[in-house]
């Protein structure tokens, strides 16, 4: 975060002339000074001078002025009511926000109302539901060096979740640091995180002072015990512990909000008890490029499937606990064998015993957000309806516990002996809070009848009052004879009584004026007062009384938060688990073998295109320690990439405790998938495609194991193709050689299924197609041995190129002067003029087209598919006679005003048309 203001000059200046409130709002800049205040003035929050400017702008709101004895200064506000959004756009801005309250009551004090921040809202912090949006989890990172190791810690302050792990290599915290995709990160001194967080992490160095091995041990033994048992690095210590005091300054420190900020005695965030600590190695590593080209979390937006990410797909979950967790397991899948037994033994007992399943799925949509409702009441903010919904999740506890009862899964029976029911903290909440309160606890209306005596005396004394007022009217009415005389209240005057103007003789002696309208008058009687008083005395007594019983019970309920916390943990594995057999049950997913020495998959699924896909045709898996790489040639569309992935989704999925689409499976353990899949240029990290692809290149040549999974789409396509086929050509070599990973290599380089079949340990596969009635038809279905070499000129053929250049092509292609190839080898061949058909940026092909096949892709598809995909690429592909490509040629873009771009564009608009 780059974007602090500190506090603003012309204050500066003339600081000890300042009004008392434009002087605390300058202390307050100052106090916080990497963040921008937004400081409360009545119904607003207001910044002032430089600070105002940019809220205005980036707010879009209106930049005023404030003037006062000392001068004019800009000022720009926010209403308090609906500041959320205005908070999120400055935090989106990069700022972090820091919230400055009146914590008196204007009517209560005489002069300046005193202010303190009462929290910092950070893009890594954030507590309220209205910025958190999903119950997805949001963390905070915090990254700390002794100049040997790296640790890191990672918090999510809504939930309570934190971890901590360490590496030597940077390389290996950048992978954590992935998957946990922190919303914000600090760093400790000498420490470089290039490459470290990605681009949506802000980063910033905070307070050394905190990452100082000795204050940040004490801070992790005043939340956890001794820093030395529980972590295994100093590194690690360093990192918890500035992480604490960073989630420490962001609840705000200032006087008299101690009643808000639920803190121990040295301003401890009581709620957070619990921090795992983790070796890199007991999760499948998955690093950003894997998660991002599986498409686990999110969808690349390059190509690929309407709509789903693998966690949709699979995330049958009923409540946001479940959805947490199952998201924690596809992100960290296991490694170890006996773990991973344990959830598939659960899962498929929850397979099995549909009615169970279907009970608990029912029940546990009726938990709400546990984690998040403990931690708001630990930290002073929940409100009565969050204790209501604490409670209500709380209820369906014991049903959940008794359609355990009978289970046989280890996992499970588990679960049903250690959930604890929690049966005082829901009572106690069930006696006290109404079952439908207001979100306002300050106000009344908070607490059930019966629960306090005192309680219920005041607001007998205010109801009996009331009545006496109500019956007042007609007691009136009967006493004077005036029949239109009325007993109201108003907020200003209270209540009173109006005779309307002609009745005005007949108004008793006890009547006293109260306030003269245009056509009545309105009276009150010393008894009516007095009543009033009462009246208000109590009503405000018991109002007052229900916020201190509310706080007692919320304060009850906090001090149990370790118990809720460990609640909502079982729940959430629970919620995950009946989630894996809800889809295994209605997907037809099998029980994997984990642990084999190799692959054995009968008729494999893609889980997310297999939805998607009308007709999906299932594919097996074959490779073992002998047969571990596997060359996969194919044209574009044929299933090449859905296939690899499909591999690669099986071992995630089956590590995370999942079934697993197909048939049957036997599945290694993996210890990491590495993808290069897809060229997504990195633009604004200036790197080229071909750069990037062989720095994720170098990554795997490096980093796997014969223990891993390497999926490679196409190397070497950013550069010559000779220059190509030979990195290409090495790579399988050394992976064949050196590394002995499981592989699946798809290529479009013909010439590499030759290398595949001099290797022993490699195998060629390839996509099928057959020709329908004049249309190449995907089968989609994996094949062993190597493409034909001439399917791309098969297709050119099919899509209208003229005869003579297929007719060359296949010369060529025989051995007639060029390295024998696929159509792409055609497309840049010794003469440099191949059909335009053949690299598919001339889609004149498409009109011969007939009807689609049903399972499978026509041509139609294949060749806008493959303009969308290679188009202008061989740029040596240009037919002479193409005056459209002549002139595009001739067009220097680069020197090109706006104005001659739109003619040169419309000059060739009107050639095509010709
Ligand atoms: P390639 O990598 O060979 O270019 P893809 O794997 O991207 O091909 O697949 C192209 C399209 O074919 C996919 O978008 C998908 O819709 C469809 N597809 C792939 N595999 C299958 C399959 N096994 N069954 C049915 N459709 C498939």
């Known amino acids: 975060m780059d974007a602090a203001l500190g506090p603003p000059e012309k204050m500066a200046e ?10 605390q709002y300058y202390e307050l800049c100052r106090r916080y000074d990497d963040s921008l205040v937004l400081f409360q003035v009545g119904d607003f929050y207001e910044a002032f001078c430089e600070a105002a400017e940019r809220v205005a702008r980036l707010c879009e709101i209106t930049l005023t002025k404030r003037e006062d004895s000392t001068g004019e200064y800009a000022m720009a506000g926010v209403p308090i009511d609906n500041a959320e959004s205005y908070v999120e756009t400055l935090l989106d801005a990069g700022y972090r926000v820091a919230v400055a309250d009146q914590v008196e009551d204007p009517d209560e004090v005489s002069g300046v109302v005193e202010r303190a921040v009462t929290r910092v809202i950070t893009p890594g912090t954030l507590t309220e539901d209205e910025l958190l949006k999903s119950p997805d989890n949001n963390y905070a990172a915090a990254l700390a060096t002794d100049g040997r190791r790296y640790g890191l810690a990672l918090l999510d302050v809504s939930t309570g979740d934190f971890y901590a792990t360490s590496a030597a290599d940077v390389d290996t915290i950048a992978d954590e640091a992935d998957r946990f995709a922190p919303a914000e990160a600090i760093v400790g001194p000498n420490v470089d995180d290039a490459g470290v967080f990605g ?4 980063v910033s160095p905070y307070d050394e002072a905190v990452f100082d091995r000795e204050a940040a041990g004490e801070r992790v033994r ?7 048992t529980l972590l295994a690095d100093d590194v690690e210590v360093r990192a918890c512990g500035a992480l604490l005091e960073y989630a420490e300054y962001t609840r705000g420190g200032g006087a008299g909000t101690s009643d808000e900020i639920a803190e121990g005695e040295d301003g401890r965030l009581e709620y957070l008890n619990h921090l795992t ?8 590593l998955l690093d950003a490029v894997a998660l991002d080209s599986l498409e686990v979390f999110e969808r690349r937006s390059v190509r690929g499937h309407e709509g789903r990410t693998l966690v949709d797909t699979v995330d049958e979950t009923a409540c946001a606990l479940g959805r947490r967790q199952l998201s924690d397991w596809l992100r960290r899948p296991l490694v170890d064998e006996e773990r991973i037994q344990r959830r598939h033994g659960a899962v498929g007992e929850l397979v099995r015993d549909v009615r169970t399943r279907e009970r608990l799925h029912g029940l546990l949509a009726d938990v709400y957000d546990v984690e998040r409702l403990i931690s708001r009441v630990a930290r002073g903010r929940a409100n009565a309806r969050d204790l209501r919904s604490l409670a209500a999740s709380l209820s369906v506890v014991p049903d959940v516990r008794e359609a355990l009862s009978g289970a046989e899964s280890d996992l499970l029976a588990d679960l049903h002996e250690t959930i604890d029911p929690l049966t005082e903290v829901r009572e106690e909440i069930e006696a006290a809070i109404r079952e439908d309160p207001p979100p306002e606890v300050t106000e009344g209306d908070v607490i059930r009848r019966g629960y306090d005596e005192t309680l219920d005396d005041l607001r007998e004394t205010e109801r009996s009052g009331k009545s006496w ?45 109260r306030q003269t309208l245009k056509n009545s008058e309105r009276f009150y009687t010393p ?21 201190e019983l509310f706080r007692e019970v919320r304060d009850a309920v906090a001090a149990e938060s370790e118990r809720v916390q460990a609640l909502a943990d079982r729940l959430a594995t629970l919620d995950a688990l009946v989630a894996f057999a809800e889809v295994a049950a209605n997907h037809d997913y099998c029980r994997p073998t984990v642990g084999a020495d190799g692959f054995d998959v009968e008729a494999g699924r893609h889980p997310v295109v297999e939805r998607t896909e ?10 073992d320690r002998e047969r571990f790489l596997a060359v996969i040639t194919g044209p574009n569309m044929s299933g090449k990439s859905t296939y690899m992935r499909q591999v690669a989704l099986l071992c995630v999925l089956a590590q995370a405790g999942s079934f697993v689409p197909a048939r049957s499976a036997a599945l290694p353990i993996v210890d990491r998938v590495f993808t290069r899949v897809g060229a997504s240029d990195d633009i604004a990290g200036g790197r080229s495609t071909f750069m990037i692809e062989m720095d994720e290149l170098s990554d795997i040549l490096h980093g ?12 070497g396509r950013g550069t010559s193709t000779a220059d190509g086929l030979a990195i290409a050509r090495a790579v399988t070599e050394y992976v064949h050689d050196e590394v002995g990973a499981y592989t699946l290599f798809a290529t479009h380089h013909h010439d590499l299924t030759e290398t595949a079949a001099d290797l022993p340990g490699a195998v060629n596969l390839h996509f099928e197609t057959r020709r329908v009635d004049g249309d190449v038809v995907f089968e989609h279905s994996v094949a062993e041995g190597a493409a034909a070499a001439s399917y791309g000129v098969e297709v050119a053929s099919m899509a209208g190129v003229p005869d003579a250049v297929v007719e060359r092509s296949r010369d060529l292609l025989d051995g007639g002067g060029a390295d024998a190839g696929t159509h792409e080898d055609v497309g840049v061949g010794a003469n440099g003029h191949a059909p335009a058909g053949v690299d598919g940026s001339d889609g004149t092909g498409a009109a011969t087209n007939g009807a689609d096949g049903d399972a499978a892709t026509s041509l139609e598809q294949w060749t806008d598919a493959a303009a969308g995909d290679e188009g202008g690429r061989d740029d040596g592909a240009v037919t002479a006679d193409d005056p459209v490509r002549e002139r595009l040629r001739e067009l220097d873009v680069a020197t090109m005003t706006p104005l001659e771009a739109m003619n040169a564009l419309a000059e060739l608009k009107d050639r095509t048309e010709d």
């Open 14 to 23: 003339q600081a000890e002339d300042l009004t008392p409130m434009m002087s």
């Open 199 to 202: 681009p949506e992490c802000q």
């Open 222 to 228: 005043a939340y956890f015990g001794d820093p030395e």
């Open 277 to 284: 600590r983790y070796d890199p190695r007991e999760y499948m």
């Open 469 to 513: 007022i109500e019956d007042l009217e007609a007691q009136e009415r009967e006493r004077t004879g005036v029949d239109s005389l009325k007993v109201g209240h108003n907020s200003v005057h209270g209540y009173y009584i109006e005779v309307t103007d002609p009745n005005l003789d007949r108004v008793p002696d006890d009547y006293q004026r």
């Open 527 to 547: 008894e009516l007062k007095e009543r009033e008083e009462e009246i208000l005395r109590a009503e405000s007594a018991a109002d007052d009384l229900e916020y």
């Open 614 to 623: 009308a007709s999906f045709v299932p594919n097996g898996t074959e490779m």
């Open 704 to 715: 796997a194991t014969g223990d891993s999974l390497i999926l490679l789409d196409e190397v």
